[in-house]
């Protein structure tokens, strides 16, 4: 395999004409959440909305679309059929079918649980969504074993794992991922026509032909949640008009600069999920400045 190009800066900013409307800035939809796991989904909808994305929907089962709605009230809900564990059932297919044409930009499986229900409908997305998906959290958990559908996708695909969820998706173990980040990265996406965000210290964001290494985030962003709202950035802004790999890599350097400044004004052991949402604005303003 050739040696990626490496990117040391991040890729420049979203357009963001003056005369811009809501239809302007793309229309995203975010898939997940579950019994006791509204809070994860809820997190991606405010990490997509502080993106600069114009409208973002949440696909989430129906006991818990009030709650989720009353989360993050600039979002808008769909209700989605329930199994009896409060999983959104493998009939729902159909109800997202019918919607998926309207969005710009997808991203699944932050809080989805897990359920064989569940599995056949990730891999129905994962292979006939036409936009550019973004895989995380138990989207990346239900397809760990379903490896033969990687190249199978009807459009772009980013990976969001982290190690533990990057050693299931290449039946490894944590320690070998960490030992050989980069490379096995390269690797993976290469191999598989994917963007692969591998998350920890050091984030690699590559497709194989590209490199980047994060170096923005802290220790105190090593919180539940966190990963959700750096979902949400990304989705974001690829439903803006970006490109898998620069989103990508915008994306989890936002995310990190957003850590930092959170956490200079309230230390990194007092940091949560909600505060890195909360400081995108003020990212947004150091990079623009």
């Known amino acids: 395999m050739a040696q990626p190009i490496i990117h040391h800066e991040p890729p420049g900013l979203p357009h963001r004409p003056a005369d811009g409307h809501k239809g302007t800035f793309g229309k995203t939809l975010c898939i997940g959440g579950s019994r006791g796991m509204g809070g994860a989904i809820a997190l991606t909808g405010q990490g997509a909305l502080r993106s600069g994305t114009g409208l973002v929907y949440l696909a989430v089962p129906e006991e818990i679309e009030s709650t989720v709605a009353a989360m993050e009230p600039s979002c808008l809900t769909r209700c989605m059929l329930q199994d009896d564990d409060g999983r959104m059932s493998r009939e729902a297919h159909s109800e997202l079918s019918s919607i ?6 997808i991203a699944m499986g932050p809080g989805w649980g897990q359920s064989p229900g569940l599995a056949d409908l990730a891999k129905e997305l ?15 958990n239900l397809l760990a ?3 033969d559908i990687w190249q199978q996708s009807s459009g772009e695909r980013i990976l969001t794992p ?8 290449t039946n490894s173990d944590t320690r070998t991922i960490q030992a050989s980040r980069q490379e096995l990265a390269c690797e993976f996406a290469a191999t598989h026509n994917v963007t692969l965000v591998l998350k920890g210290e050091g984030t690699v964001i590559t497709n194989g032909r590209e490199l980047a290494i994060n170096s923005t985030g802290n220790s105190g962003m ?11 950035i990304l989705v974001g802004l690829l439903a803006q008009g970006m490109t898998p790999f620069p989103a990508a890599h915008l994306a989890v350097h936002l995310h990190g600069l957003a850590g930092d400044l959170a956490a200079a004004e309230l230390s990194e052991p007092g940091l949560i999920a ?6 995108i604005p003020k990212a947004w303003k150091h990079l623009r400045s």
């Open 162 to 169: 982290h190690p533990g969820e990057f050693a299931r998706l």
């Open 126 to 140: 994962y292979l006939n969504i036409q936009q550019t998906l973004v895989v995380d959290a138990d989207g990346l």
């Open 274 to 279: 909600s505060d890195i949402a909360a400081f």
């Open 100 to 105: 998926l044409g309207d969005f710009t930009a």
């Open 145 to 147: 074993d379903q490896p």
């Open 222 to 232: 090593a919180t539940g949640g966190s990963g959700d709202v750096l979902t949400g």
